[in-house]
């Protein structure tokens, strides 16, 4: 089983700054790793796909990177609205799925 | 405008059954693989079950197995959670999901409250 860590657990930042989030997995994802932001209350979004392609409608702030056990997801100026949970998630064990445990980007 | 519309969910006892649905519209819905993913209350995202487009193949994470059963209907665009000898544990919010590119979740559901206690 593929297991992926996220660091850090919370990333403490003021709007305007950079965020970079880490997931790590614990053998090769290939290119198959998706980033997904979640406010409360509501369904995660799908924000990159393919370790940097970005889903339709997300903002060029989003960027994507990494591939086999490294990635990296990059918002590059924190806007009000970016401060969420963000999950990475990989198909390495097709068809079974698994998430990171996640990374809470909360304001300074 | 791609959407999916989940129904069902609530309060059940320990050992209970409960059905969730979710249709989906503003897609063929036959052609993708659906999902169900939860999440208990402050805790992360869990992969629940997936089935095949036309049904024929199903898989569930090991904790919900021979408890769960995924099922779909493609004439009515909609794929369906069957949840019994249901413990607290399995108390979350669940939600339905399409499958991209085998792999990542392109569109969900708005969630629904499962609650397991006595």
């Known amino acids: 089983e593929i297991v992926l860590t996220q660091s850090p657990p919370t990333l403490s930042l003021s709007p305007g700054e950079r965020a970079t989030l880490s997931c790590r997995a614990s053998?090769?994802?290939?290119?198959?790793l998706a980033w997904y932001q979640q406010k409360p209350g509501q369904a995660p979004r799908l924000l990159t796909y393919?370790?940097?392609n970005r889903a339709t409608g997300i903002p060029a702030r989003f960027s994507g990177s990494g591939s086999g056990t490294d990635f990296t997801l990059t918002i590059s100026s924190l806007e009000p609205e970016d401060f969420a949970l963000y999950y990475c998630q990989q198909r390495g064990n097709w068809p079974l799925f698994t998430f990171g445990p996640g990374t809470k980007v909360d304001m300074k | 405008e791609v959407q999916l519309v989940q129904s069902g969910g609530g309060l059940v006892q320990p050992g209970g059954s409960l059905r969730l649905s979710c249709a989906g519209s503003g897609f063929t819905f036959s052609t993708y693989w659906m999902s169900w993913v939860r999440q208990a209350p402050g805790k992360g995202l869990e992969w629940v079950a997936n089935i095949k487009p036309d049904g024929g193949e199903k898989y569930y994470v090991d904790s919900v197995k021979g408890r769960f059963t995924i099922s779909r209907d493609n004439a009515k665009n909609s794929v369906f959670l069957q949840m019994s000898s249901l413990s607290v544990d399995d108390t979350a919010v669940y939600f339905c999901?399409?499958?991209?590119?085998?792999?990542?979740?392109?569109?969900w559901g708005q969630g629904t409250l499962v609650t397991v206690s006595s």
């Open positions: 393919d370790a940097s």
């Open positions: 999901s399409r499958v991209q590119d085998s792999y990542f979740f392109d569109f």
């Open positions: 053998q090769s994802v290939g290119q198959y």
